[in-house]
């Protein structure tokens, strides 16, 4: 529900390329060893006890909201030398902040922010729906991101069909316009009947498109499936039901066919490319324990029953690869407490192959309406939170602006009290694969670290080892320095180095070692 629509109040009722690394230094740092010191031979620590503060494998992302220019571009008909400045600033921002993944918005309405042999041109980058913006986006994209050592995650809306009902406004290609049987109009919007076989292969196709041709991590969609109840009426997909209905109860029927989607959506995607993710980031709320047992202690809107969406039935038939629910509501918010909702979901995970990361309100942080959104700890005590939950993987903040705004300088309580060392992406539960081979030609020259670069390896993972010459870098990321895209590094300080290499799911090489003598 990130379109601009207040998210609480639905609740209610009912985030330089050369450098291609994170920020070094902060707490946990090492010293170097004093001039003229030997460098003690390197042990690989085994009892090492992972310390909370630097994990070594964690999720921290940002959604990059596309529609209505939420994020990025910031306004149509901007040329593509100014679309691609400000996506790098974005992604500057990210990685200034010790992020690792983009979320970014390539579909919001049945069109597309790349070329695409199916659906018009979006008309949030020239303003016109299906005009050629001049360039293709998405390889430009996804390379800036990798080379900063960001996952990138092309984020789709599966169902939403235009924002205008008029079609004869929507370019001649528009499916909405080939296909006006697939439509149902509600309130001001269109949507695609969540009911057809035929609008299920149309989706398939366009994200199997995309995993084809681009260099993509992930496929992502977010919480809008059925519409939210509100304004638009009935959903007129009658006729639908009476034909595919097949006896079920309209609910029943209308959450089968999303749940033949994600299905359908998770097969064709690992069925393209194999290490590419899928997953979805559902509305907070499954449902509230006063409607189901099984449910939340929580009193608001129910996905399950309102929107259609059974996130419980995705993690236990394993069609997604990770869930990330939107929790953007802070402690001890009486209808959907986030004390209450992070234990439930980390229950629902636990002992599958689906990993769980949280989405984050901080588009929230400040909002006087809601009074512990006012205080600039009530996100950071999220993370410390989520940190009882072994379950919980990281965080996905929404959205980019506000991570260059750092509202109530939130981000710098985030990175100071969190994000102080870079983190690798957690693996994929259940992914098979070797690791690549660990670098070669690692010496020093001067105080630049410089190797061969590794067939297979996107980036590489540079560690400072103690003085005590004992790392626990294969246990948390106390001594992760940067994640780097190419086969060197700037030190900043004298000592002995470890640097593995990582390939584009983060399976890590055994360390190569170099030592960096004093000027």
Not at 137 to 151: D, I, Q, Y
Not at 228 to 239: E, K
Not at 278 to 305: C, E, H, L, V
């Amino acid at each position: 529900m990130r379109n601009g629509r207040p998210l609480l109040a639905a609740s209610a009722v009912a985030i330089a390329a050369t450098a291609a690394a994170y920020a070094f230094g902060g707490p946990g740092a090492e010293a170097a060893a004093p001039k003229g010191r030997v460098a003690t031979p390197v042990k690989a620590t085994e009892n090492c006890v992972a310390d909370a503060r630097y994990p070594k494998r964690q999720l921290r992302g940002v959604w990059i909201a596309t529609v209505k220019n939420i994020d990025w571009p910031s306004a149509t008909g901007l040329s593509p030398a100014k679309q691609r400045a400000e996506y790098v600033r974005i992604l500057d921002n990210a990685v200034k902040r010790n992020l690792n993944a983009v979320f970014v918005q390539i579909r919001p309405a049945s069109d597309a922010l790349y070329k695409s042999p199916y659906e018009p041109w979006s008309q949030y980058l020239t303003g016109t729906p299906g005009k050629d913006p001049g360039w293709d986006p998405l390889p430009f994209l996804t390379a800036e991101a990798h080379k900063r050592g960001l996952e990138f995650h092309a984020w789709f809306n599966p169902y939403r069909a235009a924002y205008d009902t008029n079609t004869a406004r929507l370019p001649a290609s528009h499916p909405a316009r080939q296909h006006p049987d697939w439509l149902v109009k509600y309130g001001s919007l269109l949507y695609y009947n969540p009911g057809l076989p035929q609008v299920r292969e149309h989706v398939v196709k366009v994200v199997t498109d995309v995993v084809k041709r681009y260099d993509i991590d992930g496929v992502h969609f977010d919480d809008y499936f059925y519409p939210y109840p509100g304004g638009g009426g009935a959903f007129n997909d009658t006729a639908a039901f009476r034909r595919y209905g097949d006896g079920a109860k309209l609910a029943d029927w209308r959450r089968g066919n999303v749940n033949k989607l994600v299905a359908q959506v998770h097969k064709a995607v690992h069925a393209t490319k194999k290490d590419v993710k899928f997953g979805i980031s559902p509305f907070g709320i499954w449902r509230n324990k006063a409607q189901d047992p099984s449910g939340s202690a929580t009193a608001g809107m129910s996905a399950y029953d309102s929107i259609y969406a059974d996130a419980r039935a995705w993690i236990k038939a394993g069609t997604v690869d990770y869930v990330m629910p939107q929790l953007y509501w802070p402690r001890g918010f009486q209808a959907a407490d986030y004390k209450a909702l992070v234990p439930w979901w980390a229950n629902e995970v636990k002992g599958t192959d689906v990993r769980l990361y949280i989405g984050q309100a901080l588009y929230r942080v400040g909002a006087t309406d809601v009074p512990a959104w006012t205080k600039a700890g009530e996100l950071p005590a999220h993370l410390k939170l989520n940190r009882s939950y072994k379950q919980v993987d990281g965080d996905v903040y929404f959205s980019a602006k506000q991570i260059g705004a750092n509202p109530l300088k939130v981000m710098d309580r985030l990175v100071k009290e969190h994000y102080a060392r870079p983190a690798l992406l957690p693996l994929p539960k259940g992914q098979k694969g070797d690791p690549p081979a660990k670098p070669s030609g690692l010496k020093a020259q001067g105080s630049v670290l410089k190797w061969n670069a590794v067939p297979g390896a996107r980036s590489y993972a540079v560690y400072k080892v103690p003085t005590s010459g004992e790392t626990c870098s294969a246990t948390d990321s106390r001594n992760l320095v940067a994640v780097v895209s190419g086969p060197s590094f700037a030190t900043k300080a004298p000592g002995q180095y470890l640097v593995t290499s990582l390939d584009p799911l983060t399976r890590e090489s055994a360390p190569s070692e170099a030592t960096v003598s004093p000027v």
